[in-house]
């Protein structure tokens, strides 16, 4: 989560997605359609690492109670100032370590490779998502799919051409990792990782590729 707090937050962070090729942002607005599609109506919402807010207030407008939670203080406070139409509330928090009761959101979203950007504990960061969903309730995290490889690397290329992160390193990169120069790493989870991942904790799970750019893995928490 270091990387995202420090360097690449804010207004920096939302430059990243100005600057996304037409290729990515269809990407990105194909990533948003599934998680609507998932949703009920009145549906309470938390979307982790929710950056300046790019998807807390798409979800917002058709949701019931929507909060966002991320580490860096700059993001959050653009998110905040970019919501005041939309009923979205933001908080600095751990996704590892969430300040919420159980049971207490009917879905948790964590899009844009998430899983794999905050660097944290895998198993972790699922079992906490789990521990404050209804039972009965979703849980969506998001991936790259192996077949957007070429549209994902060409956007952090730009990424690094304007400054956002450093200088690609290409030797490093490939098997689904972009690396950069300056430390920076962003990998991806493949559809056997998820299979691995949600047998370990013992959840149900389907596996969707969306728009060949995104996988999603869904899980339902188990009704008691």
Excluded at 115 to 137: H, Q
Excluded at 144 to 173: C, M, T
Excluded at 200 to 205: D, L, N
Aim: net charge negative; proline share 2%.
């Amino acid at each position: 989560m270091g990387y995202y707090s420090e360097n690449l937050a804010g207004i920096r962070l939302k430059q990243c997605y100005d600057i996304a090729p037409p290729r990515v942002r269809q990407y990105l607005e194909a990533e948003i359609k599934h998680v609507l599609s998932r949703l009920g109506p009145g549906d309470s919402v938390l979307e982790l690492g929710c950056g300046y807010g790019r998807v807390t207030r798409e979800i917002a407008r058709a949701a019931g109670r929507v909060v966002g939670i991320d580490t860096a203080a700059e993001s959050l406070k653009l998110a905040g100032d970019a919501a005041r139409a939309e009923a979205c509330e933001y908080v600095k928090m751990d996704a590892t370590d969430l300040d919420f009761d159980d049971d207490e959101f009917d879905m948790v979203v964590c899009v844009q490779n998430g899983i794999c950007a905050f660097g944290v504990d895998r198993e972790t960061l699922v079992k906490e998502a789990i521990r404050v969903t209804r039972p009965g309730g979703r849980i969506l995290f998001s991936t790259y799919s192996g077949k957007f490889w070429a549209h994902r690397l060409r956007w952090f290329e730009l990424q690094a051409e304007h400054g956002l992160v450093g200088e690609i390193d290409y030797e490093a990169s490939g098997g689904g990792v972009i690396a950069c120069k300056d430390g920076f790493r962003a990998g991806a989870m493949g559809e056997e990782d998820f299979r691995g991942l949600c047998a370990r904790i013992g959840v149900e799970f389907s596996i969707t590729e969306v728009d060949e750019s995104s996988v999603f893995c869904e899980l339902i928490k188990p009704r008691v």
